[in-house]
């Protein structure tokens, strides 16, 4: 699968239409136009379109309001498992290392917004796409 494609079908399945028109779609034509010119690196120009991908998340996710709900929904979880993984050592963080901390601050950040991305994702409109009779 492509870059294009991989982007295509991620902004097909997480984000409104409105936003992949008039954020992502731009991005990946700059990125098809710069390949073929050869203007920049392509590892710039696909950094730019990822970029473009998180702003339109990001859009999607402010806009529709729910951002407060959402990070609220992110919290409880964490909240859960940073006390777990705190009740599991009797000596306290002082006598872990900075490579377990930044271990168990990864899985709770893991932990809380897989759930919550997968169960709060808002619907997404549907594309005007023919049917196949």
């Keep these: 699968m492509t870059f294009v494609a991989t982007i295509t079908a991620l902004s097909t399945r997480f984000l409104t239409e409105r936003s992949f028109d008039l954020i992502v779609a731009p991005a990946l034509a700059d990125f098809e136009l710069d390949a073929a010119a050869g203007l920049r690196s392509v590892a710039m120009a696909r950094c730019s379109v990822l970029v473009a ?70 619907d997404r409109d549907t594309r005007n796409t023919p049917t196949e009779r």
């Design 53 to 122: 991908f998180v702003g339109a998340i990001w859009e999607d996710a402010v806009r529709g309001g729910d951002l407060a709900t959402f990070a609220g929904l992110v919290c409880i979880p964490a909240c859960y498992y940073t006390f777990f993984f705190l009740l599991g050592l009797p000596e306290g963080m002082n006598r872990l290392s900075s490579t377990i901390v930044a271990g168990l601050v990864l899985a709770v950040i893991t932990l809380s917004l897989a759930p919550a991305i997968v169960c709060f994702w808002p």
